[in-house]
């Protein structure tokens, strides 16, 4: 099946102008199709399936489907994802060992090419501090929603806004997708803002779009992320992932 088509037509939240996409391939359950089905595979998946779950791999990932009839068994789908790792490499983990290759690993979603668990546990400052977030932004939950309902109504349009958060670090990136679309002539009236500090703040105003923020969110740096999971990323994580919610 061809995959550019099939991402068209199922939007899976990636740009389609971006990857290479190579091809793909659409299963069935054999209960909802039949041998000499000739249909093409949209209309396939429109007759024959009440769901449909997409999976994006790179060309070295292959994946193994089974289907379980639910409706005879009582058991519901249950969206869990095995990963085994190919043999051929040597690990301590906790004691070294070495993969033949011709084996399979079971192997948790973290771990690497070498078999190697990259994923660490937080120390006790991040927990403090997560902790401590998380404490605060629930104590306010229903107060932040009360203030925040009458922003998102005039900017919603079929109930749809497009939520943005910024620091005064981030405030020429803000500027250049503000500008851009209004140079494009792309309506930007669901934009909503969160700025995270007082300089972000006024920039807001100064758009003139709705913007919104409280106390309950905490103080956040005021300079841009150096790169991808720093300090200051992690922290205005806080802001992306809680206050559009």
């Known amino acids: 099946m061809e995959a550019l088509h099939f991402i068209e037509k199922f939007d899976v939240g990636l740009p389609t102008d971006t990857p290479t996409w190579t091809g793909g391939m659409l299963l069935i359950p054999e209960a909802a199709s039949k041998p000499s089905d000739q249909k093409p595979p949209l209309a396939q998946i429109q007759e024959g399936c009440k769901e449909l779950d997409v999976l994006v791999l790179n060309n070295q990932h292959c994946v193994a489907v089974t289907h379980v009839d639910g409706a005879d068994t009582g058991q ?12 051929g490499y040597t690990y301590v983990n906790p004691k070294k060992k070495t993969i033949p290759k011709e084996s399979w690993e079971l192997v948790s979603r973290l771990a690497g090419p070498n078999g190697r668990n990259d994923g660490n546990p937080p120390g006790s400052y991040a927990l403090k501090f997560h902790r401590g977030a998380l404490n605060r932004f629930l104590g306010s939950a229903v107060e932040v929603e009360e203030q925040l309902k009458p922003v ?15 620091n005064a670090g981030m405030t020429d990136l803000v500027l250049n997708f503000v500008c851009s679309a209004r140079r494009a002539g792309t309506a930007i ?39 991808y999971g720093d300090d200051t990323f992690v922290k205005m994580m806080w802001i992306k992932a809680g206050a559009p919610t």
């Not at 519901?76 to 043999?87: A, C, E, N, Q």
């Not at 998102?152 to 910024?166: E, H």
């Not at 300089?199 to 992320?225: M, N, R, W, Y």
Request: glycine share 6%.
């Open 189 to 227: 009236d669901q934009l909503v803002l969160f700025p995270t500090d007082a300089e972000a703040f006024g920039v807001a105003q100064s758009l003139g779009v709705p913007h919104f923020t409280h106390p309950s969110f905490g103080d956040f740096p005021k300079e841009e992320a150096e790169s």
């Open 76 to 87: 519901s789908t249950p969206y869990h994802i095995s990963r085994f790792l190919k043999g």
């Open 152 to 166: 998102l109504k005039k900017a919603a349009k079929s109930n749809v806004v497009m939520a943005m958060t910024m």
